[in-house]
């Protein structure tokens, strides 16, 4: 392949943050962020060439023996040498009101200072940090799988430094220099506190831990971060409701950020081997792109799914499927007052969800004992026709019998279980003995007590 058609191929794979709508872009552009595309657009199409005179002027003695040291200079880049290996350290700069999708980066600094106030304990609480102690933080490799063969060739992050948002992407410029690579890294991030990542904690992260084994006697220690995955998160809020919580697919839907011309992760293990045949950072330049994108996101996305926990508004969410998983996932760390206030929300809509909700309201006042409220809800989801809940009848049967002795309600609730169950069996063609002889002895066991 020609080294123009190599050129333009390169060009269509560069990444760039495009408008949702052609008359109302969803991502600000700022100068700064204009120019960084024009200096790709510069390396990729036109090989802009250096004069000696000029290399000698700029670059050091050592960077000049880097192969295109000028066209890693376009790209921002810069050298770190060790005794005898070098990587390159790309950086790259964005003021706190610049606008990444939904937000912009100042914006952070409001949802810690709620996480602050909040008191909440919950895997996305940042209470006791600063925003400059948040390492977002994403690698890309030359492999999928994790394991020892899978080498790391850049260790991208961003973070707030004084009064603006610094991404620093560390890129292995050849396998053998990851001595370089690891030292150019924890001499940056010595001073972060958590690593914010996207599946990190299954993926970057423990792959990172086992690169460093192979060179932890010439570098220091990994730090001892805490986490935060957004992926879990990611989950728990949407994975009912997007087709994949994939990070791409999470920006379009949820942050308003869409790619055009994207670099897909598959391929950049084989523009990495690309570049190490002719050590030309065009090769790379798309991968990096695509990086610089990935944990600038993480700053945005982390920023909304932090408020939708701590919103106890409606106009905060863009669905009341994310209320009720909100909800879900305040119940399961035991945070039960905020639970019930999501829930609330979805229970008093014609939502799909608010009978579900309903129900799950009546089982948090019956676990506080609250049987007049438990009942309450469980009889509303009971009167609704569209419900054939037969569960909800047995809960509101127990409530009757044991806690109201209410045993002419307690006995109907249960006949009506019976008949949901039966329906629901008849259609499933699966009825269960097991479950039946439950029935009928319940059934039995409140005629006796009422001397039928």
């Not at 039946?436 to 319940?442: L, P, Q, S, T, V």
Request: hydrophobic letters at 35%; a negative charge.
């Amino acid at each position: 392949m020609s080294l123009k058609n190599k050129l333009n191929r390169m060009k269509k794979q560069l990444t760039h943050v495009a408008p949702e709508r052609e008359t109302t872009p969803v991502v600000e552009v700022t100068e700064e962020k204009v120019s960084t595309q024009k200096v790709l657009d510069d390396v990729v199409l036109n090989e802009l060439p250096v004069e000696e005179d000029h290399k000698d002027h700029f670059y050091s003695k050592r960077d000049q023996e880097i192969p295109h040291y000028d066209k890693w200079d376009l790209l921002q880049a810069s050298s770190f040498w060790t005794e005898h290996d070098y990587v390159m350290v790309r950086e790259v700069k964005y003021p706190l009101d610049h606008l990444h999708g939904r937000y912009r980066f100042e914006e952070l600094f409001t949802v810690m200072e709620e996480w602050e106030d909040a008191g909440l304990s919950h895997p996305l609480s940042s209470s006791g940090k600063q925003p400059g102690d948040l390492l977002f933080f994403d690698t890309e490799t030359t492999g999928l799988n994790g394991g020892v063969g899978n080498t790391i060739f850049l260790l991208g992050y961003s973070k707030i430094e004084k009064n603006e948002v610094v991404v620093r992407q560390h890129f292995l410029p050849d396998p053998f220099s990851e001595i370089a690579l690891y030292q150019s890294f924890l001499d940056d991030v010595r001073t972060s506190k958590d690593l914010v990542t996207y599946n990190g904690k299954a993926f970057d992260w423990p792959q990172v831990k086992t690169r460093h084994t192979l060179v932890r006697d010439d570098v220091p220690e990994l730090p001892l971060f805490g986490h935060i995955d957004l992926l879990h998160g990611a989950r728990r809020l949407w994975k009912n409701e997007l087709v994949s919580c994939r990070l791409s697919i999470v920006e379009q839907e949820k942050l308003h950020i869409i790619r055009e011309h994207d670099v897909p992760g598959s391929l950049a293990p084989m523009l990495y081997f690309d570049y190490l045949r002719e050590k030309d950072p065009t090769e790379i330049a798309g991968v990096l792109v695509h990086n610089e994108i990935d944990v600038l996101s993480l700053i945005t996305l982390y920023t909304h799914m932090s408020k939708l926990v701590l919103a106890g508004e409606r106009n905060h969410f863009s669905s009341l499927d994310e209320i009720f998983e909100v909800a879900r996932w305040y119940e399961a760390l035991g945070a039960y007052e905020e639970a019930k206030k999501h829930y609330k929300v979805v229970a008093k809509s014609t939502h799909l969800l608010h009978n579900k909700a309903k129900a799950a309201l009546g089982h948090l006042f019956k676990r506080e004992k609250d049987w007049d409220r438990a009942l309450y809800c469980f009889e509303a989801v009971i009167r609704d026709k569209s419900s054939s809940n037969e569960e909800v009848c047995v809960e509101a049967a127990k409530i009757c019998e044991h806690q109201l002795k209410d045993l002419n309600k307690a006995l109907v609730y249960t006949q009506m279980a019976f008949e949901r169950w039966q329906k629901k069996g008849s259609l499933l063609r699966q009825k269960q003995k097991v479950e039946r002889d439950a029935y009928e002895k319940r059934i039995q066991r409140l005629k006796q007590k009422m001397g039928k």
